[in-house]
């Protein structure tokens, strides 16, 4: 590569296999969440870009649906050597644009591996069945065909992963795409396509636009894409969602969520606390299976409350980008900051039990929140119900496995839910009982792997096809069936 565009202070869009500069008045700044510092200038494009973005994806459908299998992944197998190459790369623009620490950054990195590397499998997740002789003299034949252009519109807080979750799925079935990243880490996108092009990818395949809303409504409403992934809040999910499917689209859109972890008197002390700081305080909250509700059951509950107060003090919270040792770093932007200290606020109004206040002892510079923790609290209370995307965890007491699944299922969300425990009996009654489409037994964060569907039920997911795994390649691709009869009574009758 000649120029690396991620270097550049005011950032391109990727159309058509080339670099360009917006027709843009307005542009966004992006910051390093761990000082507070401008180190980008995102355009904020709007429906003419869309349309850019779209005609040179156009263009390029024809040639590459019809491109054999093996020749797409050709590209992408050359394109999973790439990003293996520019791993650490990757991992460190992660930390820099969104304030993971470097193992988090990294894990996001090699999610979204593991996808390629999924996509790699194509030429057979894509094969269709057969039936011969499916009535008398007819054979029957399925196939799995592109859509056409398909979007990807992704959020801030996997700035890797989550584009992976969709392109390499969609360009490995012969569709192109066009990208929207969150507008607040635009650098790892960007890095993403730099590697496509590398990799062999032709042009107006995949493509980049940035922006806000108007790009999000344009691409919803655009007349000749097929299909839109998104993933952000349920609110913004329902919009993409009824949007583009009043606009004739295929639909997959991710919600927010509010995570219930169960804790038994008989779970294992040390990997529970492991796992529930984990799930509550890794990316500083900010994911869409954190684990923000704690369930102590019964006589669980007080030891539980000093280990995890014990724990969370001993976390280390610092600049990611310059500290290695950092062991939770901060939350995207000072808005961010604000809401999480609001829902402090909130909190103590509503009745609940502080016990450790995040807004205390922090740096002054970036946007930092330490981990906090309320006991005694109801689901009434809005740091119960609410999504806060934040390092908050709330404590509520159960008396019996009964009621805490049941606290859980009163939850409008439905991503994840985990169980700590020794019982096989709990374990089972849990998952047969729990209403969510994640569930963990003695795992903090349950977030499946490549090869299975990112599962989310209710408020959390609306459409049907599910992005990764073969829900996947489903979402990616539409049937057709061929039905062949070539029986020689009937080439007589038609004088053949």
């Not at 908050?392 to 049941?406: G, S, Y």
């Not at 964060?445 to 209710?458: E, K, Q, R, Y």
Request: hydrophobic residues 40%; charged residues 20%.
């Amino acid at each position: 590569m000649s120029q690396n565009q991620t270097t550049l202070s005011e950032l391109p869009v990727f159309t058509g296999g080339e670099w360009k500069r917006p027709k843009t008045e307005r542009w966004s700044n992006v910051y390093n969440p761990s000082t507070g510092e401008v180190i980008a200038r995102v355009p904020m494009c709007g429906a003419a870009q869309v349309d850019e973005a779209v005609a040179a994806a156009r263009a390029a459908f024809p040639s590459w649906s019809n491109t054999p299998p093996p020749k797409r992944t050709a590209v992408l197998f050359k394109y999973r050597a790439l990003i293996e190459t520019h791993f650490e790369e990757l991992a460190k623009l992660v930390t820099r644009e969104n304030g993971k620490t470097l193992d988090e950054a990294r894990g996001d990195v090699r999610r979204g591996f593991e996808v390629v590397e999924f996509a790699c499998g194509i030429a057979h997740l894509q094969k269709g069945e057969s039936l011969p002789q499916v009535a008398e003299n007819i054979d029957a034949v399925t196939m799995r065909e592109p859509l056409g252009v398909c979007a990807g519109i992704t959020p801030f807080n996997f700035p890797a992963m989550v584009a992976m979750w969709m392109f390499p799925i969609a360009i490995a079935c012969g569709n192109t795409f066009v990208l929207k990243p969150s507008e607040k880490v635009p650098l790892t996108a960007i890095r993403l396509a730099e590697l496509l092009r590398e990799a062999g990818l032709p042009d107006g395949v995949f493509n980049l636009v940035h922006g806000g809303a108007e790009v999000v409504d344009a691409i919803c409403k655009h007349p000749h894409i097929a299909a839109v992934s998104f993933i952000g809040s349920s609110r913004v999910a329902q919009h993409v969602y009824s949007l583009g499917c009043a606009h004739g689209k295929r639909v997959q859109a991710g919600g927010g969520a509010k995570n219930m972890m169960i804790v038994m008197p008989d779970a294992d002390p040390d990997p529970t606390i492991r796992g529930i700081m984990g799930a509550a305080f890794g990316c500083a909250g900010q994911r869409c299976m954190a684990g923000s509700i704690l369930l102590g059951l019964g006589a669980a509950a007080d030891p539980l409350q000093r280990r995890m107060l014990d724990a969370m003090n001993a976390l280390k919270v610092a600049n990611t980008d310059a500290d290695p040792k950092a062991e939770m770093g901060p939350v995207i932007d000072e808005a961010a900051r604000n809401r999480v200290r609001n829902y402090i606020e909130k909190g103590v109004g509503e009745g609940a039990k502080l016990l450790r206040d995040g807004r205390e002892g922090m740096p002054e510079r970036g946007f930092f929140v330490g981990p906090t923790l309320f006991d005694c609290a109801e689901l009434r209370m809005s740091i119960a119900h609410d999504e806060i995307f934040g390092p908050l965890l709330t404590m509520i007491r159960p008396k019996t496995i009964e009621e805490a699944i049941a606290c859980a299922n009163r939850s409008p969300y439905g991503n994840g839910a985990t169980i700590f425990t020794s019982s096989g009996k709990w374990a089972r009654q849990f998952s047969r009982e729990i209403q969510c489409g994640m569930v963990g037994v003695n795992v903090g964060v349950p977030a499946p792997m490549a090869l299975f569907p990112f599962s989310g039920w209710n408020q959390s997911f609306f459409g049907d096809l599910h992005v990764q795994g073969t829900e996947g390649v489903q979402f990616y691709t539409r049937q057709k069936i061929v039905l062949s009869r070539w029986d020689s009574e009937y080439r007589r009758q038609m004088g053949w």
